[in-house]
């Protein structure tokens, strides 16, 4: 299925903040356009989930500002930033036990409702506000609208399994469909592939840009496998204690002496 939605490039602009005497982020500035991915990349410590937190508005950064097309949301909180159709996963799956994978995506989409509404603060981590929802019943017409997106993701044969009974590479893709339920057009992946084998990495890349290219979305991708970072983003952002140390596209990243110098400790002449 293919849903185009309006193009929004997320910027930031001179982002910093500190935690106390530490400066995690300083003068940190990259932009992220539609139907593209962008990576955030860099060793341990460099400040990529703390971008990701100031990019979301779970964290509120000392300087700089954060625009989403046209509109600076530097001081929007996540409710704000959610009801403009901004989600992001977190690197541990946040999914309910309780819940089948149909029961997740259709929980998702009346959280994104009602995230729109401003009647919750975000569209994933309140999911469990929506659970006394489930008592009244799934209409077929959610049924329908799940079930379309479930199996877009390759997860059909799951839809009535519960997270336990899901593989680490499902649940890292049912959170992509949580985030499709809500009709994001602006997606943060914290670390998808974290605990993921190479065939799983491949394969939620592979989703994860054709659901760019498809569907027009904003994607900023944090991520430590280097491999899947260069073979599916058009842009890569390199950060290191806090600093931007280099940007341009994957072909420029590899070759990069200061990419190499951060992961590596050296410079190849």
């Known amino acids: 299925m293919s849903t185009q939605t309006a193009p929004t490039t997320l910027r930031a602009d001179g982002v910093s903040i500190r935690f106390g005497g530490v400066q995690a982020l300083n003068k940190v500035s990259l932009q992220a356009n539609p139907g593209e991915i962008t990576a955030l990349i860099g060793p341990n410590g460099a ?8 990019l979301s508005g779970t964290l509120d950064q000392n300087e700089g500002q954060i625009f989403l097309g046209d509109t600076n949301i530097s001081k929007a909180s996540a409710q704000k930033r959610a009801s403009m159709a901004m989600a992001r996963t977190f690197q541990s799956p946040q999914l309910v036990t309780e819940l089948t994978v149909r029961q997740h995506v259709v929980l998702a989409a009346r959280a994104g409702k009602q995230v729109r509404s401003g009647k919750f603060a975000t569209s994933l981590r309140f ?5 006394p929802f489930i008592s009244r019943g799934i209409s077929k017409a959610e049924i329908e609208t799940a079930d379309e997106l479930i ?7 799951e839809r009535d399994k519960g997270p336990s009974d899901l593989t680490l590479g499902q649940r890292r893709l049912l959170e992509v469909a949580l985030c499709l339920a809500t009709n994001a057009k602006v997606m943060l992946l914290d670390e998808p592939s974290a605990g993921l084998d190479r065939a799983e990495t491949v394969h939620l890349g592979e989703v994860i840009k054709q659901l760019a290219s498809e569907r027009n979305i904003t994607i900023i991708l944090v991520e430590h496998d280097l491999e899947l970072v260069f073979s599916i983003s058009s842009s890569v952002f390199v950060l290191d204690f806090g600093q931007l140390i ?6 420029e990243m590899r070759a990069s002496k200061a990419v190499q110098a951060a992961y590596l400790g050296t410079v190849e002449d």
Not at 47 to 54: D, E, I, P, Q
């Open 246 to 251: 280099d940007n341009g596209t994957p072909a």
């Open 127 to 131: 999911v469990l506000d929506l659970i």
């Open 47 to 54: 400040g990529k989930s703390t971008m990701l937190g100031c």
């Open 151 to 157: 199996n877009e993701l390759g997860l059909r044969k």
